[in-house]
């Protein structure tokens, strides 16, 4: 099943192929330097706590809430300028975050660096679907996933033993974005935007007024909901289990792991099993089980690692098939914009939903049955637009 996975994606074009080997590279220099600057700003400048929460908070919002920015300039300007800017933008951040010991230059780095996500991630979700073509976007899309994990994992390992010092991590995350910049200048083709002799707003209307999308996009925003969750109650989960976190880098690696070798797979299996539209359905129940089993009275990490693998798993079903369905809902116009829609209205679920979940925690199992209410209602709403014919192929 891998080897005819693994043919299948070699059918794919280099153009695809160097998209997906940017997100692996992406998330490598990201990953570099995101995971301590926290610990940068506690140990090295001296921030109160409440201030390290706001340069974070200011970072995610600049990028998931601003996707449809970048997915717009993407339909109007093509994607590879938008990439080349987003490079250019990370770069910068990444310098302010190396030289700045000040709050302000601080913070301005973070907002720089999230902002440059939010304008190529939507280019190359855009242009990796519509250059694999509708038989091809599975494929490409469960590779993206693969190397992006990758790149997650690879990040850190690099940030914590090759570099010993966080500005120094923040100059290697930079050389590393002029090096993708200049192969993207000189290998990525220019494709012009498919509007670029329409208003900006034209394009938001179109995706405003694309009721089917905006309700398929509310109800997914339930997956990024879930997924957040690994972040917060899954350490609260353990401190309440083992009285501590010690765990908890052990269970990423076992969520890493199973995409990097199972993603593919797992996608090539659904397709054929399901089709698209169950699977992501599928994937939203299998999320909704993940939260539902920590309410069950089973002994010791059991629990914990029931919540990742069955979270994982999910991820897996559903993520690359959602993407994948985009243009579809789209029809095949406007992707940076449609793509850049769905991110922001993940982000704002996002917002919301981690606020109202830090808040339920305390309540014990009702906590994650409450928390798997969430992925249950968009795994009924998605099963609704399958059950009409919405999300068939």
Not at 21 to 26: C, D, E, G, K, R
Not at 192 to 199: D, K, L, Q, Y
Request: with cysteine.
């Amino acid at each position: 099943m891998r080897r005819k996975t693994l043919a299948r994606f070699g059918e794919l074009a280099p153009v695809v192929r160097l998209l997906v080997v940017t997100q692996l590279l992406f998330n490598i220099g990201f990953f570099m330097v995101l995971p301590y600057l926290a610990g940068h700003l506690v140990e090295d400048l001296a921030l109160a706590g409440w201030l390290v929460g706001l340069v974070l908070g200011l970072r995610t919002f600049s990028q998931q809430g601003l996707f449809l920015v970048g997915g717009t300039l993407t339909d109007r300007f093509g994607a590879k300028p938008v990439i080349l800017a987003g490079c250019a933008v990370r770069v910068a951040g990444f310098v302010l975050l190396a030289v700045s010991d000040t709050l302000p230059g601080v913070l301005a780095g973070a907002v720089l660096t999230g902002f440059a996500g939010a304008l190529f991630s939507p280019a190359v979700e855009a242009s990796l679907a519509r250059e694999a073509g509708p038989q091809l976007r599975g494929t490409a899309f469960a590779t993206l996933a693969v190397c992006g994990e990758i790149g997650a994992v690879t990040g850190p390992l690099l940030g914590a033993l090759v570099l010993t010092d966080f500005s120094l991590a923040c100059w290697f995350a930079a050389g590393l974005f002029v090096l993708i910049a200049i192969g993207h200048a000189w290998l990525l083709p220019y494709r012009p935007g498919e509007h670029h002799s329409e208003p900006v707003l034209a394009g938001w209307r179109a995706v405003f007024g694309n009721r089917v999308f905006v309700v398929f996009a509310v109800a997914y925003s339930g997956y990024l909901v879930s997924y957040n969750q690994l972040y917060l109650a899954l350490p609260s989960e353990l401190r309440s289990v083992t009285g501590g976190e010690a765990a908890l880098g052990w269970l990423f690696a076992l969520a890493s792991l199973i995409i990097v070798f199972g993603q593919l797979p797992t996608t090539a299996i659904a397709r054929r099993v399901l089709g698209p539209g169950r699977a992501v359905v599928t994937g939203f129940v299998l999320m909704a089980a993940a939260f539902a089993v920590v309410a069950l009275p089973l002994p010791g990490l059991l629990p914990a690692v029931l919540l990742v693998v069955l979270l994982t798993l999910g991820q897996m079903l559903a993520v690359p098939f959602a993407q994948e369905l985009v243009p579809v809902l789209a029809g095949e116009r406007r992707l940076g914009a449609h793509f850049g829609f769905l991110s922001s209205v993940g982000g704002i679920a996002v917002l919301i939903g981690s606020t109202a979940s830090g808040a339920v925690l305390g309540l014990g199992p009702v906590a994650w049955l409450l928390l798997a209410l969430v992925p249950l209602g968009g795994a009924v709403v998605l099963a609704v637009l399958v059950s009409r014919g919405v999300l068939a192929r």
